[in-house]
């Protein structure tokens, strides 16, 4: 039995948006993906989408990127999409750091920006 596609999808504050509407115009590709999602990104993607399976860890700073870089650990996700704010300072920066470095351990694709985003979605479910 092969197992669905994993996508772990993340977006600091000023990102939450933008992560929806990604999320929105590729429902269509996403539909039979399992998505992972720390918990206020993964709930503004199920507002948006609610017919996607999306799997709500906790939230970033309280774990959730965490969580999520054990599941790249043990070969869960396929793919790390992580809107990023450059902008705002990250009190919780070394968590993600360290799951940044988890991804790339493990070779795992990873998008910080929306034009990544948009290129890695595109070649690996396109």
Do not use: W
Request: hydrophobic share 45%; aromatic share 2%; with cysteine.
């Amino acid at each position: 039995m092969t197992r669905a596609r994993c996508i772990a999808l993340i977006a600091h504050d000023q990102k939450k948006d933008d992560m929806a509407d990604f999320a929105g115009r590729h429902q269509a590709q996403l539909t039979g993906v399992r998505i992972v999602a720390t918990g206020t990104t993964g709930g503004r993607i199920k507002d948006a989408c609610p017919d996607l399976d999306v799997t709500r860890l906790k939230s970033g700073p309280l774990g959730g990127d965490q969580q999520i870089g054990a599941l790249i650990a043990t070969g869960e996700v396929d793919m790390l999409i992580f809107l990023v704010d450059p902008l705002t300072s990250m009190p919780h920066d070394v968590d993600v750091k360290a799951l940044m470095r988890l991804a790339t351990v493990y070779d795992i694709p990873m998008a910080l920006n929306l034009a990544t985003a948009e290129i890695l979605l595109a070649s690996a479910l396109g």
